[in-house]
């Protein structure tokens, strides 16, 4: 089975920028469809992003769209999440995960389509 290790999480000050990062062993992220999820104290997990890796297709979460980017290089087995004007209220553990590139669900980004998952990186936004 996949194993995905989240890095990149930290401390940054309101407006200012991160980047995760989702690196994959045990297998190759191909036919996968690699997804971003967030979870903030006392909130339910929150897709964030997801990126096909065989084609172009992403999709965001409204709460994202035009502040964060995600990109793959499959090359190096890894997913990316760009994250640039970041706002107190995108505090949370990130995390990603990986799920079958052909299920509706997954573009949906419903937890339980995603079959593995990493541990989880914080990343808090506060002055």
């Known amino acids: 089975q996949l194993q995905l290790v989240e890095s990149g999480g930290g401390l940054v000050q309101p407006g200012g920028s991160l980047r995760l990062s989702c690196t994959a062993s045990?297998?190759?992220?191909?036919?996968?469809?690699i997804a971003w999820f967030r979870q903030a104290p006392g909130k339910e997990r929150e897709g964030v992003s997801c990126i096909d890796t065989r084609g172009p297709a992403t999709n965001y979460a409204a709460s994202v769209k035009g502040r964060f980017t995600i990109s793959r290089d499959n090359a190096k087995n890894t997913v990316y999440l760009q994250m640039n004007s970041l706002k107190p209220e995108d505090t949370a553990v990130y995390y990603c995960a990986a799920g079958p590139r052909l299920r509706a669900g997954v573009w949906n980004l419903v937890p339980r389509e995603f079959n593995s998952w990493g541990q989880g990186t914080q990343v808090t936004v506060s002055s």
């Open positions: 045990g297998g190759t992220l191909v036919d996968y469809a």
